[in-house]
């Protein structure tokens, strides 16, 4: 049996919605006007200038996400999402769920959906869902896997 092919793309949600975009950096911004004028005197500027630092990488990573380019693999690995200082990977041997979206794939290692499902796994944005759906059974199929597939709206 051949091997599939690998196949890697980038979405950039961020550059696709640039007025989101723009708002979520302002929000950014005024959060850290906020935390400049209400920290407390008595922290000093070492401390107010440490919780502004703590305050923009905290807000920053929430929505890394969406700010930063996201590149997508699917290969003999597994599937991974990298962006600039995260990357997630999970091997085809340890997916049990495939949730099918309308915007991308989940792919799940847990048997079971739970209020850990959203912080497990890889989610795969797509623009063309059922070229990577196919690429990702074809994957699957090679490692021998048989996940439970779950189609969502």
């Known amino acids: 049996m051949t091997e599939p092919e690998p196949m890697t793309w980038t979405i950039h949600l961020a550059a696709q919605r640039p007025g989101r975009a723009a708002v979520a950096v302002l929000l950014i911004v005024l959060a850290l006007f906020a935390v400049s004028v209400l920290a407390p005197a008595q922290w000093g500027e070492g401390g107010r200038v440490l919780m502004l630092l703590l305050t923009a990488l905290?807000?920053?990573a929430a929505i890394a996400e969406f700010l930063l380019p996201v590149t997508y693999t699917l290969n003999a690995a597994g599937a991974q999402a990298r962006l600039p200082g995260s990357?997630?990977?999970?091997?085809?041997?340890?997916?049990?769920r495939v949730y099918l979206r309308p915007d991308g794939i989940k792919l799940s290692p847990l048997v079971a959906s739970g209020w850990m499902e959203q912080y497990r796994g890889v989610f795969l944005r797509t623009y063309d869902r059922e070229a990577v759906l196919s690429t990702v059974r074809a994957w699957l199929a090679d490692a021998g896997v048989t996940p439970e597939f779950i189609e969502e709206d």
């Open 87 to 96: 990357t997630r990977v999970l091997s085809w041997t340890r997916v049990r």
């Open 58 to 60: 905290l807000l920053f």
